[in-house]
T-cell receptor, first 112, second 109 residues
Framework: KAGVTQTPRYLIKTRGQQVTLSCSPI?????VSWYQQTPGQGLQFLFE???????NKGNFPGRFSGRQFSNSRSEMNVSTLELGDSALYLC???????????FGPGTRLTVT | AQRVTQPEKLLSVFKGAPVELKCNYS??????LFWYVQYSRQRLQLLLR??SRESIKGFTADLNKGETSFHLKKPFAQEEDSAMYYC???????????FGSGTRLLVRP
């Protein structure tokens, strides 16, 4: 079974731009979570989607948003990029009712 | 507040030595606790979960509710165990993983 995939793997953007990252969960997984990983703050939860609805949200500004499609694929969007948004963005999926999350390889976002 | 603390940034041991990676948590209820591992150039992967009580790759972790700890142990470290280890919890029946800051384990030959 294919693992969680994320595209693109690397991205370079300029301050003020916006970016969209994509995540395809493991087949059959309907829960998709997003995390930000930085050297200073570590791994921080952004949000979690299930059946196209945001079920949980972390403490990030409204510039960070996401959505989930009917096939469980998910996207996250960051608007008005700031230098501090440079990070590795990880997506994870899980079975309905399971707390075991399977992670993708991440998208490395660099904001210049 | 929910919090996971891993006091050691780096733990260096020799091959064959015992390993203990410390994890303490702060949570008022009964959380789900996990250890995740990230080997060099690989994705974050689940190592073990406290309710499964399994031993994975020789690692075990015991939940001590009195001390609010979930330390990861292995009796004889191997070089291939060198990696970044993260302790994490889920509370409130949410799907929000709260991670510790991680401990880098370096096993020297």
């Amino acid at each position: 079974k294919a693992g969680v995939t994320q595209t693109p793997r690397y991205l370079i953007k300029t301050r003020g731009q916006q970016v969209t990252l994509s995540c395809s969960p493991i087949s059959g997984h309907r829960s998709v979570s997003w995390y930000q990983q930085t050297p200073g703050q570590g791994l921080q939860f952004l949000f979690e989607y299930f059946s196209e609805t945001q079920r949980n949200k972390g403490n990030f500004p409204g510039r960070f948003s996401g959505r989930q499609f009917s096939n469980s694929r998910s996207e996250m969007n960051v608007s008005t990029l700031e230098l501090g948004d440079s990070a590795l963005y990880l997506c994870a999926s899980s079975w309905d009712g399971s707390y075991e999350q399977y992670f993708g390889p991440g998208t490395r976002l660099t904001v210049t | 507040a929910q919090r996971v603390t891993q006091p050691e940034k780096l733990l260096s041991v020799f091959k064959g030595a015992p390993v203990e990676l410390k994890c303490n948590y702060s949570y008022s209820g009964s959380p789900e606790l996990f250890w995740y591992v990230q080997y060099s150039r690989q994705r974050l992967q689940l190592l073990l979960r406290h309710i499964s009580r399994e031993s994975i790759k020789g690692f075990t972790a015991d939940l001590n509710k009195g001390e609010t700890s979930f330390h990861l142990k292995k009796p004889f470290a191997q070089e291939e165990d060198s990696a970044m280890y993260y302790c994490a919890l889920i509370g409130d029946s949410s799907y929000k993983l709260i991670f510790g800051s991680g401990t880098r384990l370096l096993v020297r030959p």
